[in-house]
């Protein structure tokens, strides 16, 4: 089983790496539907972004997709920080951010899992628009990622800046 | 032959335009410019939606906001890259306001004030070089409207998010399938309402190697 998911998140690598090729720094948003597909054929619900975001938590992990994502919510409610524990592509970002053969990396920018739980966020509370904008920390020694998401409940919520650097 | 420099050279992008209307055979003429780029294999995929509908322009600046307005505001509070971009400029109420035009996403709304939007789409099936193909239609656009006075500006913003380019092809009734046709960008187009200044360019000897990369010495 192990080898099948190493083999798998070794074509995302490619996949990642290629695209990055082609397209440089625009490759990270083009990547948002990538993931969506497990939580939408899944019962997710809510009415809050709370109430959506554990809907999809208790669904990934069902799934065996991660061990556990804990979250927190920021800056005027855009910021979303994912934490997310022993997830399965873990070893893609790390892979990524090396090379294959230490020729020369590129910085994780594609996260299946944040870009389910936006997906849902974005059809569920018709929010206007989300975007995973950091993967922020990788730590394979402790198996866990960071993430800094966006979430924009209207228009208006656009051009609300703020230092988010040190949340 | 005509030697084209200084039209390259004097070429700005336009995104305030005055309040007049671009006559047909000028924007015909800007099309035209297209259909003569080059294209791998010939295929020419360029396809061309002209917009003048004010409410459908509006939109298109709606998502265009969205496009830029969404990743500026997140990649400036999350990091010192915007400021470092224009750490140059010394006017800090200057410095401000281009600041706040990237973040709101005003930058890229311009397309809701412009007499013309010309949205441009590429077929995908069957082509080889389709993104490519595309910019070189684009930028032989931006040089005739230049040429014939006109001003102009093409936004990628909008199409970068697929959420956001399938709420663009909805709007225009383009097909939706990411197997069908790229939307690649938008091209505003009417009469300058402004002159800016040339923007810094980098230096001839910094962009250039000599017979292979790091070369920098023209060989004698």
Same mark, same amino acid.
């Given at each position: 089983?192990?080898?099948?998911?190493?083999?798998?998140?070794?074509?995302?690598?490619?996949?990642?790496? *290629?695209?990055?090729?082609?397209?440089?720094?625009?490759?990270?948003?083009?990547? @948002?539907?990538?993931?969506?597909?497990?939580?939408?054929?899944?019962?997710?619900?809510?009415?809050?972004?709370?109430?959506?975001?554990?809907?999809?938590?208790?669904?990934?992990?069902?799934?065996?997709?991660? @061990?556990? *994502?804990?979250?927190?919510?920021?800056?005027?409610?855009?910021?979303?920080?994912?934490?997310?524990?022993?997830?399965?592509?873990?070893?893609?970002?790390?892979?990524?951010?090396?090379?294959?053969?230490?020729?020369?990396?590129?910085?994780?920018?594609?996260?299946?899992?944040?870009?389910?739980?936006?997906?849902?966020?974005?059809?569920?509370?018709?929010?206007?628009?989300?975007?995973?904008?950091?993967?922020?920390?990788?730590?394979?020694?402790?198996?866990?990622?960071?993430?800094?998401?966006?979430?924009?409940?209207?228009?208006?919520?656009?051009?609300?800046?703020?230092?988010?650097?040190?949340? | 032959?005509?030697?084209?420099?200084?039209?390259?050279?004097?070429?700005?992008?336009?995104?305030?335009?005055?309040?007049?209307?671009?006559?047909?055979?000028?924007?015909?003429?800007?099309?035209?410019?297209?259909?003569?780029?080059?294209?791998?294999?010939?295929?020419?995929?360029?396809?061309?939606?002209?917009?003048?509908?004010?409410?459908?322009?509006?939109?298109?600046?709606?998502?265009?906001?969205?496009?830029?307005?969404?990743?500026?505001?997140?990649?400036?509070?999350?990091?010192?890259?915007?400021?470092?971009?224009?750490?140059?400029?010394?006017?800090?109420?200057?410095?401000?306001?281009?600041?706040?035009?990237?973040?709101?996403?005003?930058?890229?709304?311009?397309?809701?004030?412009?007499?013309?939007?010309?949205?441009?789409?590429?077929?995908?099936?069957?082509?080889?070089?389709?993104?490519?193909?595309?910019?070189?239609?684009?930028?032989?656009?931006?040089?005739?409207?230049?040429?014939?006075?006109?001003?102009?500006?093409?936004?990628?913003?909008?199409?970068?998010?697929?959420?956001?380019?399938?709420?663009?092809?909805?709007?225009?009734?383009?097909?939706?399938?990411?197997?069908?046709?790229?939307?690649?960008?938008?091209?505003?187009?009417?009469?300058?309402?402004?002159?800016?200044?040339?923007?810094?360019?980098?230096?001839?000897?910094?962009?250039?190697?000599?017979?292979?990369?790091?070369?920098?010495?023209?060989?004698?």
């Amino acid at each position: 089983m192990n080898d099948k998911i190493a083999y798998f998140n070794d074509l995302l690598v490619r996949f990642e790496e *290629i695209f990055y090729h082609e397209l440089s720094g625009m490759s990270h948003p083009k990547v @948002e539907y990538i993931g969506t597909d497990f939580l939408r054929s899944k019962k997710i619900e809510g009415n809050t972004v709370e109430e959506v975001v554990d809907s999809c938590i208790k669904e990934i992990k069902a799934g065996g997709l991660v @061990e556990d *994502i804990t979250y927190s919510r920021a800056g005027e409610g855009i910021l979303l920080v994912l934490k997310v524990k022993n997830c399965i592509h873990l070893p893609m970002e790390a892979k990524l951010q090396y090379g294959f053969k230490n020729e020369g990396g590129v910085a994780p920018y594609m996260c299946p899992i944040a870009n389910m739980i936006l997906d849902r966020i974005l059809n569920i509370l018709h929010y206007e628009m989300v975007y995973n904008a950091l993967i922020e920390d990788i730590d394979t020694n402790k198996g866990e990622c960071r993430l800094k998401c966006v979430i924009y409940e209207s228009v208006a919520k656009i051009g609300q800046v703020g230092d988010w650097r040190s949340i | 032959m005509a030697d084209i420099i200084d039209l390259i050279s004097s070429r700005r992008s336009i995104r305030r335009f005055k309040d007049e209307p671009v006559p047909d055979e000028m924007i015909d003429k800007v099309i035209e410019a297209a259909r003569w780029a080059p294209s791998g294999e010939n295929e020419q995929p360029w396809r061309l939606i002209v917009v003048r509908n004010p409410e459908t322009k509006a939109k298109i600046a709606e998502i265009a906001k969205l496009g830029t307005g969404g990743r500026v505001t997140a990649e400036f509070s999350l990091s010192d890259y915007w400021q470092k971009k224009y750490a140059g400029v010394k006017d800090p109420e200057k410095k401000a306001r281009l600041l706040r035009t990237l973040y709101t996403g005003q930058a890229s709304e311009f397309a809701g004030n412009a007499p013309v939007v010309i949205v441009v789409i590429g077929e995908l099936k069957d082509m080889f070089d389709t993104p490519y193909d595309l910019s070189c239609a684009i930028m032989n656009m931006l040089l005739e409207a230049h040429s014939l006075g006109l001003g102009a500006c093409w936004v990628h913003g909008p199409s970068v998010y697929p959420s956001l380019v399938k709420r663009m092809k909805e709007l225009l009734k383009v097909p939706t399938g990411m197997g069908q046709y790229k939307l690649i960008a938008t091209i505003s187009l009417g009469w300058p309402a402004e002159s800016p200044k040339a923007r810094e360019k980098k230096n001839f000897e910094d962009i250039v190697y000599w017979e292979e990369f790091g070369r920098k010495e023209r060989p004698k």
